[in-house]
Every structure is written in C-alpha cells, then in structure tokens.
C-alpha cells in the first residue's frame, strides 16, 4: 500500500537516514532529498516533514519538505521544542549555577519553557534542595526533585509531559538517562558512570533524539556537557538579556536610564529589588553573562 504523502515528526537522523513519526502510520525510514543540501537546509529532530514515496509494507518513505520551525535548538540540536527539562544535581556532579542560569536564559530567548529537575535527592540533603527551591521559585521555576536511583518524585515529573515536546538537557552525569529509563523502562537508554577523579560524566547519549512516548508527546535524551558552552552566547545579546530573567519582569522599565543594563547605573530599579525579590545569586549570574566577551 502506498500513500502519496504524509506529514511526521523526525525523531531521529543516522548517516543521512531519517525516522519519521506519523502519527496513526508509524515510523518510516527516509533518505533526505539532495534538494536540502542545495537549500542549506539539514534536517534535525524535532522537524515536522513532509514524506512521499511511501511504502507501507517496507517501512521506507523520502523525507520530501520540512515544514517552517517554531524554534531551533544549538545545543542540543533540536527543532520545535515546547519545553525543556533542566536536569542537574547537587552532589556528584556538583551543580553549576551559572551553567543553569545560561540554560535558563537560552531557553527563554528560543520561546521554549524551562522546568527544573534536581536529581539525585536520595544522596542530597534536603537543606541543598530547599536552597535551589528558594533560589528559583521566585522566577516563577518549577522545580521536581527526583531520585531516579530510588524511582521516587517520577510520577509529578510525567505528568508534566503529555502533549509536549520536551527535551531534557544538562551537564553529564547528572542522569538524565536514567531519569528517562525509571519513567519509561521500555526505552532502555544507555547510562554511564561518573569519573570520581573529575566528577565529570561519560556521554553515553552522542546525539539528540525524540522518542514518542504518548500520542503527540515525544521526550528526547541529548548529549550532556560539563561546561560553560560559549555556543549558546550568540543568542544572549546583553541588551534584552534582562527579559529571560523572569524575576527582573515587574521592573523593567523604571530604571533612570531607559537602556539601563543593570549593572554601574545608578537608580536602578532591577538593583534596588536584590536581596528581596530578586536572588543575589540570580542577579549576579546575569551580570557574568553581562560582562562576558
């Protein structure tokens, strides 16, 4: 049985081969056209396409067009994302705060929501979740703490899940596979050990990809990284860094200066709210990402 075309999601891209969720037909493997090439265009997951030549039987189809993208992704490498799971912990690795925030931020400036998941509760202290709970909640953050070891807080994670597109990112070896294998033991993710010597993760997940794990619901494990990744600082200009901070929302605007970057102007209203309702820890990862060159 052949169909002319039909419309899916890429989840997956091998050497040039495309899997193609369709919902209601399944997923097709599909060569790309040499037309992309020509375009400059390369196909990533998360794309919506258009697939024709289609053989049911074989499970083959030609990836044909790509449909206009909502977002895209640089790291990691994904097209029309509706959120993002932020996973990271406190203990083995120790989290990094101004990786969070660039995470956050990054975020913010591609349109997609940030949801923040503290793994690893079964060996971290509860003082060290209240602390990040006290540090992000002011912004408006979700935050799920988790034991993916124990399989305890999953169900809350899950059910933010359903009808989204959500990607889970963050430094290596904080477990985003295994978070991902506790929910959805089906998917068999490969994990890896922390190095002891450089508390550092191994990837084990070398590319991004989406699984459907509800009717249009996809969740995708990426790469993870253990450092400031100066990839994403193109797409936080100082001027309007201050909008993907969402504490700084209610005084924007009635600064003295109307190109107030809040940093050495005087009369700031962003200043005047550190310590109250903005986080001094929030405020000065803003100011880094201000002053980076």
């Known amino acids: 049985m052949h169909e002319e075309s039909l419309t899916g999601r890429i989840v997956k891209g091998v050497a040039g081969i495309y899997d193609v969720c369709v919902p209601g037909h399944g997923r097709f493997a599909c060569p790309a056209r040499g037309l992309f090439k020509k375009l400059g265009q390369t196909p990533i997951p998360g794309d919506l396409a258009v697939i024709t030549r289609i053989d049911m039987g074989k499970r083959t189809a030609y990836l044909h067009k790509l449909l206009e993208r909502s977002n895209e992704l640089i790291r990691p490498r994904a097209a029309n994302v509706t959120q993002a799971l932020l996973v990271f912990s406190t203990v083995s690795p120790e989290v990094n705060l101004l990786v969070v925030d660039t995470m956050l931020a990054y975020?913010?400036?591609?349109?997609?929501?940030?949801?923040?998941?503290v793994n690893k509760t079964d060996i971290t202290?509860?003082?060290?979740?209240?602390?990040?709970?006290?540090?992000?909640?002011?912004?408006g953050y979700r935050v799920f703490p988790v034991?993916?070891?124990?399989?305890?807080?999953?169900?809350?994670?899950a059910g933010i899940l359903p009808g989204q597109v959500t990607i889970l990112a963050g430094p290596s070896g904080v477990g985003k596979s295994s978070i991902v294998n506790a929910m959805f033991p089906g998917l068999s993710l490969e994990t890896g050990e922390l190095s002891a010597k450089i508390q550092r993760g191994k990837n084990t997940t070398r590319s991004c990809e989406l699984f459907e794990?509800?009717?249009?619901?996809?969740?995708?494990?990426?790469p993870g990284f253990t450092s400031f990744d100066a990839a994403l600082l193109p797409n936080l200009p100082k001027e309007g860094l201050d909008q993907f901070f969402p504490e700084f929302a209610d005084f924007l605007g009635r600064c003295y200066y109307g190109d107030c970057l809040h940093v050495s102007e005087h009369d700031c209203a962003v200043k005047e709210q550190i310590g109250e309702a903005i986080p001094p820890a929030r405020y000065e990862n803003y100011v880094k990402l201000v002053a980076r060159k």
């Open 125 to 139: 202290p509860a003082s060290s979740i209240g602390e990040l709970q006290k540090l992000y909640t002011p912004g």
């Open 107 to 117: 975020m913010h400036s591609a349109g997609i929501e940030p949801v923040l998941c």
């Open 213 to 222: 794990i509800g009717p249009d619901t996809y969740l995708a494990d990426s």
């Open 147 to 157: 034991s993916a070891a124990k399989r305890e807080g999953l169900d809350s994670l």
